[in-house]
């Protein structure tokens, strides 16, 4: 048993206290008009039903090189879940491979980067911030392993047992957000089937894993980490 506990952040997308863009374009083709409707509308809107979201979650997850798209988001929101890796680090400083390009969790590794900042010394946007929280997404294990139950399983596995080489001394540097779509046995391309959810749950209880959500997620102005917040005891 681990003298620390784990974490394991849990993305169901479009059901967290987060906002997606109004009708799902893929922002990085947008006019100013258009992509200041698209991001601000929709803070707007959960807004008018009681909603303060703070986390925004792009189309596709493809604009965190997009420096025109995070200057948007930040008007509006604290973070984004935009882009993707088997980790993320809280202190920016490291990577965690694409999903689904077939990177070894062998393959983590620190990056010469110390902090959280949007943008480097001469302007060009990091790979990592506040503004491109990275997750795991789940439905590219799904169809990489053509709904392989056991096989994602055993990914699933060991990726959230990933981050103890990273997080020691009882601090938590990097964590899993894993994401999903839709729990239900349809076998389509945003579907995680209902056994296998069921699985990884049981498998997060029987092992003592903390499950949080990613309204936890918070941001220290003054070294530019983040960390978690309200962790359930």
């Not at 090189?65 to 995070?70: D, F, G, H, L």
């Not at 799904?142 to 096989?151: M, Y």
């Not at 055993?154 to 020691?168: A, G, H, K, L, Y």
Request: include cysteine; hydrophobic fraction near 35%.
């Amino acid at each position: 048993m681990l003298t620390f506990p784990q974490i394991v952040t849990l993305h169901n997308e479009g059901h967290d206290i987060e906002s997606k863009a109004m009708t799902h374009k893929d922002l990085n083709y947008l006019s100013a008009t258009s992509l200041d409707f698209e991001v601000g509308q929709s803070k707007r809107c959960l807004a008018d039903h009681g909603i303060n979201a703070t986390i925004f979650a792009p189309p596709h997850g493809d604009v965190w090189n997009n420096a025109t798209v995070i200057n948007a988001i930040s008007k509006y929101y604290n973070f984004a879940d935009n882009g993707f890796s088997r980790l993320m680090f809280l202190h920016c400083d490291g990577e965690g491979g694409v999903a689904g390009s077939g990177q070894n969790v062998a393959d983590l590794k620190p990056v010469d980067k110390t902090d959280c900042r949007t943008y480097l010394p001469d302007g060009t946007l990091t790979y990592s911030n506040k503004y491109s929280v990275k997750e795991w997404s789940h439905n590219s294990a799904d169809v990489k392993l053509a709904h392989n139950d056991p096989q994602i399983l055993q990914q699933f596995v060991e990726i959230i047992n990933s981050q103890n080489q990273f997080n020691r001394n009882g601090q938590i540097t990097a964590i899993p957000i894993i994401a999903y779509h839709s729990i239900d046995d349809s076998g389509g391309s945003s579907s995680t089937d209902v056994n296998e959810f069921a699985q990884e749950m049981k498998y997060l209880h029987d092992n003592g894993f903390r499950v949080v959500t990613m309204s936890s997620l918070a941001y220290d102005s003054n070294s530019n980490f983040m960390y978690l917040g309200d962790i359930p005891k």
